[in-house]
């Protein structure tokens, strides 16, 4: 059984980040449980996260209070990942603004952007060696340009610190704001351009 404390640190905080019926109580749609609980197929198992490439991957992000979409949306894959040294990384806070029932990222008010995140962001991957960076983030509705400024800081940071980097980015839809967000990372195009929803 896993440690509580090999979680991701957000995780231990319910008061401000709602996950589970907690997030997707406001939603009108009810989702009923069915009573019997349907085994997974043994091929959709993966072994618990551990090893020293998965601590020493946690260690960095928690070193540099950095979040990765692997930990804050528990997805099955992360040791894997983590293992390999790579991590998707997820910029600007681990509270998104909306509540999106399939996704596990904790919901409710997010905390100010963090200056010095693109910096840390930088160091990380440079450190870790990527050649190859996916970088995604929350949903920021409560942001002008929905973090696209943001994006681009990163974006220029890691530019800065290892341009032998090649970065792909998952952005959000920025909610009708999407010249504004286009426009602001333009200052600082990606290598490979996505989109999240």
Same mark, same amino acid.
């Given at each position: 059984m896993r440690d509580k404390t090999d979680n991701a640190p957000s995780r231990g905080q319910p008061d401000t980040h709602q996950r589970g019926r907690d997030k997707v109580s406001r939603i009108p749609v009810k989702v009923e449980p069915t009573t019997e609980v349907v085994r997974k197929p043994s091929w959709i198992r993966a072994r618990a996260p551990s090893g020293a490439g998965v601590s020493r991957i946690k260690q960095i992000l928690r070193q540099r209070q950095l979040s990765s979409v692997c930990e804050e949306a528990q997805c099955p894959n992360l040791g894997e990942c983590f293992s390999h040294g790579t991590a998707t990384f997820m910029i600007m806070g681990d509270i998104c603004t909306r509540r999106c029932p399939f996704c596990d990222v904790a919901h409710g008010k997010p905390q100010p952007l963090d200056a010095n995140e693109p910096r840390q962001l930088a160091e990380a991957i440079g450190e870790m060696a990527l050649r190859y960076v996916v970088i995604t983030s929350v949903d920021r509705d409560d942001l002008r340009d929905g973090g696209a400024a943001h994006f681009a800081a990163c974006i220029g940071a890691v530019r800065?610190?290892?341009?032998?980097? +090649?970065?792909?980015?998952?952005?959000?839809?920025?909610?009708?704001?999407?010249?504004?967000?286009?426009?602001?990372?333009? +200052?600082f195009p990606p290598d490979v351009f996505n989109h999240n929803l």
């Open positions: 800065e610190h290892t341009p032998q980097t +090649t970065i792909e980015v998952l952005v959000p839809d920025f909610r009708g704001r999407m010249d504004i967000a286009l426009d602001a990372l333009g +200052t």
